[in-house]
């Protein structure tokens, strides 16, 4: 099921399937982005921190993404975990290593 979004941006498919690995060999970005918004989470004791008003968006597109070749609106995949991970710098953590290598090697590949 494809979409169309402004006129002069590509068509962007809704992804269903999001378990297994994709044809490059990594997780698809949704998936990622799901364990993001699990692992990311406010102290509950003071009740500060949890994900950045900064990469919230990023992961939030991340969520309609299969991986790098797909487009969500006018941006590129790409571009979107790009600014995630400029813009998750105050994630900090085992999970927030993990996954911030995890971006960095699919970009990379």
């Known amino acids: 099921m494809a979409y169309r979004a402004r006129s002069t941006?590509?068509?962007?498919?809704?992804?269903?399937?999001?378990d297994?690995?994709?044809?490059?060999?990594?997780?698809?970005l949704r998936v990622i982005?799901?364990?993001?918004?699990?692992?990311?989470?406010p102290n509950p004791v003071t009740y500060k921190g949890g994900i950045s008003y900064a990469?919230?968006?990023y992961a939030?597109?991340?969520?309609?993404?299969?991986?790098?070749s797909d487009v969500d609106f006018c941006d590129s995949a790409r571009d979107i975990v790009l600014r995630?991970?400029?813009?998750?710098g105050t994630w900090?953590?085992?999970?927030?290593?993990?996954?911030?290598?995890?971006?960095r090697s699919i970009l990379e590949g």
Not at 33 to 41: D, G, H, L, P, S
């Open 33 to 41: 982005a799901e364990e993001i918004f699990r692992t990311w989470r």
């Open 9 to 18: 941006c590509k068509v962007y498919r809704k992804v269903k399937d999001h």
């Open 55 to 57: 990469a919230l968006p």
């Open 84 to 88: 995630f991970l400029g813009n998750a």
């Open 20 to 28: 297994g690995l994709t044809e490059a060999g990594h997780r698809p």
């Open 60 to 68: 939030r597109s991340m969520l309609s993404l299969r991986d790098l």
């Open 92 to 103: 900090k953590g085992e999970d927030a290593r993990r996954i911030k290598a995890e971006l």
